[in-house]
């Protein structure tokens, strides 16, 4: 690195990782800003063929440091597939060291374009909420870094395990972090505060992660698998799995799934996750920063909370009259155009001792008026078992007034809308696998175009399922070769499978793809199994 630094990259180059292991670096390895960068000379840096490499040493600051570099990939694959060759590891448990840092040159010269996938990124965890340990990072110094891959990788031994913190006048722009592993089921690998943590960014899409806590508990405060702080706008949190953040002590601190605590300038949506196994015994019978949420909005608004699959399980703590909600609005969430649709929320949380009087499992929690907060909200299934469950609850912040609203039709009374929302047993396949087996849910949601798959990037049904899975069997129709053919006709044939629904039967046809005339078919009514 030292000599390729010293240099002018005037082409394609590729560092080859021949050796399985880097005993004699000295750390950090800096890839420093070069003038000859550019999309077409680019560096990147990847295993020989067949070779496992790992790069581990004891550093306090990180392993690699992307100083400036532009147009950089890191590409942990020895074939070329999406394997998983090349581990970075540091093994310093002090505060403020890292895997990889992302910085500036001087201050002033970002590191921009920059892919990191296909590798292994560990450091030591601590259950210490003064230690903080990041896989990688992007320090809030310099900026703004822009055009950021993280994709397929496993980050795990961390405080935080993505710190992506611009600053007010460096925003960082356009990231994608997708397909990584973010954490372990092991101890000694946990990720035991934040998954991703989101400060200063724009135009950020978190898909397809598998984002998990400390599984058997930390001490750690502020758990939660994505944070969506400070002016974080046009933020797109799909497909991910977030499970696995508790907190075990009984002494008043919570946790969530997703943290949202930026502004109402841009429409945040979080849609197709599934989050489960997401508890803490908690603090305060009413809207609150200390309880248990899978979905926490601090501040702001303009949220699109769409197709999710929430369980919460787990103990409230007794001695606290701690409640938890799948979804609660924190009385700074004072932003406009808030959708709830097509959600699944389960709470079967129970209590730690006695059951309280004042504390409850929710659906949902809100800390102004309902009838005001949301857009739209509708479609969704509230199925509430945990002990003395309650569909919602209306908290008056710094009066401690609460109103609750135990059953669907006085929460409907409430926000003048989820006329089509349900109170069925989603039947969960497993603790950990939100897809529903009760086919009484099937096609109960309202088909939303900008989201078309599911959590498994299934094609959604019209009318779509609830949740984040699309789970019934759905009718089936299946157009044939039009024959009879003249210059003015044609027989258009086709089958339908109704899948034990009512199917209108219809031909669209023209001379493009674009169709633009429909036929009734006949029969124009197709029912049956």
């Not at 990124?121 to 809030?140: L, M």
């Not at 209590?351 to 509708?378: E, K």
Request: with cysteine.
């Amino acid at each position: 690195a030292i000599d390729l630094n010293a240099k002018w990259i005037g082409g394609p180059v590729t560092l080859i990782l021949d050796d399985p292991a880097y005993p004699s670096e000295y750390f950090p390895i800096f890839f420093k800003n070069n003038p000859g960068s550019s999309a077409t000379n680019t560096l990147t840096i990847k295993p020989n063929s067949g070779n496992n490499a790992v790069i581990s040493g004891t550093s306090n600051l990180s392993i690699i440091e992307l100083q400036g570099i532009d147009y950089f990939i890191l590409d942990g694959s020895n074939n070329g597939s999406g394997s998983k060759n090349l581990t970075i590891q540091n093994t310093n448990n002090t505060s403020g060291t890292t895997g990889i840092q992302v910085s500036s040159f001087g201050g002033t010269n970002p590191a921009t374009n920059l892919t990191i996938k296909n590798s292994v990124i560990q450091c030591t965890p601590v259950h210490s909420s003064i230690v903080s340990i990041v896989g990688i990072k992007f320090s809030n110094v310099g900026g703004p870094y822009t055009n950021i891959k993280i994709h397929n990788n496993t980050i795990k031994g961390d405080f935080d395990a993505i710190s992506l913190t611009g600053n007010a006048t460096n925003i960082i722009n356009n990231v994608e972090i997708t397909n990584n592993i973010i954490g372990s089921e092991n101890s000694s690998e946990y990720i035991t505060r934040i998954g991703i943590n989101l400060q200063y960014t724009n135009n950020v899409l978190i898909r397809g992660n598998d984002i998990m806590g400390p599984v058997e508990g930390s001490l750690n405060t502020g758990q939660t698998g994505v944070y969506v702080g400070t002016l974080s706008t046009n933020t797109t949190i799909q497909r991910n799995k977030i499970h696995g953040f508790v907190r075990t002590a009984d002494d008043g601190w919570g946790v969530s799934g997703i943290w949202y605590a930026s502004d109402a300038s841009t429409v945040t949506e979080i849609s197709n996750n599934q989050l489960y196994d997401i508890h803490s015994p908690g603090i305060n019978p009413g809207v609150g920063q200390n309880i248990t949420y899978g979905i926490f909005v601090r501040s702001g608004g303009n949220l699109h909370i769409l197709h999710n699959s929430i369980s919460l399980t787990g103990q409230m703590s007794s001695s606290y009259d701690a409640s938890s909600a799948c979804i609660g609005f924190y009385y700074q969430a004072t932003g406009n155009n808030n959708k709830i649709v097509n959600n699944i929320l389960r709470n079967s949380m129970t209590f730690t001792g006695a059951p309280s009087i004042y504390g409850h499992p929710y659906g949902i929690m809100v800390s102004t008026d309902p009838a005001t907060l949301f857009t739209q909200i509708d479609f969704n299934d509230y199925f509430i078992d945990g002990t003395n469950g309650y569909i919602a609850q209306q908290y008056t912040n710094g009066y401690g007034t609460i109103v609750d609203y135990p059953t669907l039709a006085s929460w409907q009374a409430a926000n003048l809308q989820d006329s089509h929302s349900v109170t069925i047993d989603p039947m969960f396949t497993a603790p950990a696998n939100l897809l529903p087996t009760n086919s009484a849910l099937n096609n109960l949601g309202i088909y939303l175009p900008g989201v078309a798959v599911d959590f498994t990037n299934t094609p959604r049904s019209n009318p779509a399922d609830i949740g984040a899975f699309e789970f019934g069997a759905d009718p089936f129709v299946l157009t044939l070769t039009a024959n009879s053919i003249t210059s003015n006709s044609a027989i258009i044939t086709g089958s339908a499978n109704p899948a034990g629904s009512t199917v209108n039967a219809y031909f669209d046809y023209g001379l493009t793809s674009t169709y633009g005339t429909s036929v009734t078919a006949t029969p124009a009514v197709v029912t049956g199994s």
